[in-house]
């Protein structure tokens, strides 16, 4: 099993910046792709980056230019960067991670984090 955390988030003005983390632990595994989902209320869970990994990233078309997801595959880290935010970018932030394990697969989802942006 793996487990993944996120952290970062919270309560910021627009134009203002966050920086969400992601932390995977638990028995062996190996790390293929991570990525950042959101869910707003009464909206469906959507892809907001992933990152593979030799770290080609993907951002969806309304987060293009103001974040960046970035990993660290010593420490088992995700994080997701977040600058010019927006009142729309209020959501909960989820880490996904597709997950091999001994020649398994699996994918893995955080619990979440809010992310509140006031206008």
């Known amino acids: 099993q793996v487990q993944l955390v996120e952290s970062g988030g919270g309560l910021v003005q627009a134009g203002g910046s966050l920086r969400l983390s992601c932390a995977a632990s638990?028995?062996?595994?190996?790390?293929?792709?991570m990525a950042w989902y959101r869910q707003a209320p009464e909206k469906q869970r959507e892809l907001v980056a992933s990152?593979?990994?030799?770290?080609?990233?993907n951002y969806a078309d309304s987060v293009k230019g103001r974040f960046t997801v970035s990993r660290d595959d010593d420490e088992n880290k995700a994080y997701l960067q977040m600058n010019n935010l927006r009142p729309e970018d209020t959501a909960d932030y989820y880490c996904?991670?597709?997950?091999?394990?001994?020649?398994?697969?699996?994918?893995?989802w955080g619990k979440g984090t809010l992310v509140t942006v006031s206008s």
């Open positions: 996904y991670a597709h997950v091999s394990i001994f020649g398994n697969y699996g994918n893995y």
């Open positions: 638990g028995s062996t595994f190996r790390i293929n792709l």
């Open positions: 990152i593979s990994t030799g770290g080609a990233a």
